[in-house]
């Protein structure tokens, strides 16, 4: 067996960025922009996992309950008005479990036509170590709660933490989940390697995350609102050739915080004065993407393959 094989997960395949099956966007937009809110609920105490520990601190942790607890208190208000007043809806990457704990919170992205898609049951409680029925539970119980709390479909998945399994994939086509914000390898949606039916990954930046911002690079707001900026310029350019998709993945807890706020509306502000610009939500992007483009990219992948040997 060739290195490639058994150096490479085969979750998709190769095919460069130029030169690919051109994507369009509706209303001719160069690029789809999608805000990703991460609402969800850490458990102060939670069950351990054998594999990683839920609190950088002793459990219970509760300097770190408390500062994600802000999130949902007081940072998701900031954030939404931000997002009201530019005309963005969000596709709430949520913790399934949020919807006991805060409904306030679930009815007013709800009253505004925002997409809810999966981010697990509690972000505390991790994929690692489960059998595939297990975390297929995970999944039913998501499609579940989010049907009876909002009466829409789980058409995404972004896993608690980013815990993941080889078999994942798998199991989120087997239960119509229509895309994943789990892989982190393109600017552009790309068919996923499944066993049976259509799963896509849709770009969700590390990058652009609020969290690897403030927490890892602990960047400044002013920093992050040019950071965005920068990567809208750069795949709006891009997208003259063929559609892009930018991502903001956010948590209400870091954003939300008031001396961080402007910058990021005032980013959000610049985004949506241009014209080409698709503010659309996760779901959307899938379903455009699979109705108009995935067979096309998906024999371009195939052939470039073959070409490969």
Not at 13 to 36: E, F, S
Not at 198 to 218: A, R
Not at 221 to 240: C, N, S, T, V, W
Not at 269 to 288: F, M, N, Q, S
Request: charged fraction near 20%; include cysteine.
């Amino acid at each position: 067996m060739s290195r490639i094989m058994t150096n490479d997960p085969g979750l998709y395949g190769y095919l460069p960025y130029r030169g690919r099956p051109k994507i369009t966007w509706p209303g001719d937009a160069r690029i789809a922009v999608w805000i990703a809110p991460n609402i969800e609920f850490y458990e102060m105490n939670p069950e351990p996992n054998p594999i990683r520990a839920p609190w950088p601190r002793p459990n219970p942790d509760v300097v770190g309950y408390s500062h994600r607890d802000y999130g949902n208190r007081a940072g998701w208000q900031r954030m939404m008005r931000a997002m009201d007043e530019t005309g963005f809806r969000g596709s709430v990457s949520l913790n399934v479990a949020l919807c006991e704990h805060h409904p306030e919170i679930i009815k007013a992205c709800a009253d505004r036509g925002w997409e809810f898609f999966s981010h697990g049951i509690y972000n505390t409680r991790y994929t690692y170590g489960m059998t595939p029925e297990q975390e297929r539970a995970i999944i039913v119980d998501s499609r579940e709660t989010i049907a009876k709390w909002t009466g829409q479909s789980l058409d995404g998945w972004l896993s608690p933490a980013l815990s993941n399994n080889t078999w994942t994939m798998d199991l989120l086509a087997e239960e119509g989940v229509l895309y994943t914000c789990d892989l982190f390898h393109d600017d552009q949606p790309t068919p996923i390697n499944v066993a049976g039916g259509k799963l896509i990954s849709i770009p969700y930046s590390l990058e652009m995350n609020d969290t690897i911002v403030y927490n890892t690079n602990q960047y400044t707001p002013r920093h992050y609102g040019e950071m965005i900026k920068r990567q809208f310029d750069q795949l709006y350019a891009e997208g003259a050739e063929s559609g892009t998709v930018m991502c903001v993945p956010l948590h209400p807890y870091l954003v939300g915080q008031p001396h961080r706020i402007d910058a990021f509306a005032e980013a959000l502000a610049y985004i949506a004065g241009h014209d080409k610009v698709w503010l659309a939500t996760g779901r959307e992007i899938a379903r455009h993407y699979i109705d108009h483009h995935y067979d096309a990219v998906a024999s371009a992948i195939s052939a470039h393959d073959a070409k490969r040997g």
